[in-house]
């Protein structure tokens, strides 16, 4: 039962290059999303999907794309990594009830630790 | 103002002790709340829904006020594995799609 798998677990990037996390999930969930986790800040939604071909911006979404092409699959990009996109990033997926997600659980992949110099 | 509030701690507890700590939020149309358990370096994980009636899962226990916005979470007769951060979780209706995450509050469980 892989539920929701995320790699790299970790990657050091130069200031300037870019790169693709990778997010998928086997249980047919509607929902997907990615946060960035820093110290003393929480989980920050960076971008969200309610479905194939659809996504939106989360409250920090600059500097990052997404994609959903596939209900499984929900890369995040890094177009030109900075210093300040150091963090630990998780991916996270959620059944939809209707159109809400307001009473169901979150299940999140094992996290990126991403550094940027 | 942050949507999601929490004393960060941490809270330094002997095993078998109590511990409680609150979290608050700001909209005040919130509909659903939820404790998430990360534990260090990991991924956080649900450890229970807040119910408006308040709900008991074993040692913990979860309690909703909605005059003065916030949600509690007690656990009874602590255990070393009880040593994490717990993350206080609000949905609100307005934002039907986003979880607003307080930033924790640790939790160091000592023999």
């Known amino acids: 039962n892989a539920g929701v798998t995320q790699t790299p677990k970790f990657q050091v990037l130069k200031t300037g290059q870019s790169m693709t996390l990778q997010c998928a999930q086997d249980?047919?969930?509607?929902?997907m999303s990615w946060y960035r986790q820093d110290p003393g800040m929480g989980l920050r939604l960076i971008h969200y999907s309610v479905g194939a071909g659809i996504t939106d911006q989360g409250e920090v979404p600059n500097g990052y794309n997404v994609s959903r092409s596939t209900t499984e699959d929900f890369p995040l990009r890094l177009l030109s990594a900075a210093p300040s996109q150091t963090s630990v990033y998780f991916c996270?997926?959620?059944?939809?009830?209707?159109?809400?997600?307001?009473?169901?659980?979150?299940?999140f992949g094992q996290g990126t630790r991403l550094t940027v110099v | 103002r942050k949507e999601v509030e929490q004393d960060p701690g941490p809270f330094n507890v002997p095993e078998g002790a109590t511990v409680a700590f609150n979290c608050t939020y700001s909209?005040?149309?919130?509909?659903?709340f939820f404790w998430y358990r990360q534990d260090c370096r990991k991924e956080p994980k649900l450890l229970m829904s807040?119910?408006?009636s308040g709900n008991e899962d074993g040692r913990f226990t979860a309690q909703l006020n909605r005059a003065s916005q916030y949600i509690s979470l007690l656990i009874r007769d602590s255990k070393l594995s009880d040593s994490a951060t717990y993350l206080c979780?609000?949905?609100?209706?307005?934002?039907?799609?986003?979880?607003?995450f307080g930033a924790g509050t640790t939790v160091t469980v000592r023999a």
């Open positions: 996270a997926s959620s059944s939809l009830q209707g159109t809400q997600i307001m009473n169901t659980e979150a299940f």
């Open positions: 807040v119910y408006s």
């Open positions: 909209n005040s149309a919130s509909q659903s």
């Open positions: 979780v609000v949905i609100a209706p307005l934002n039907d799609y986003k979880l607003s």
């Open positions: 249980m047919n969930h509607e929902y």
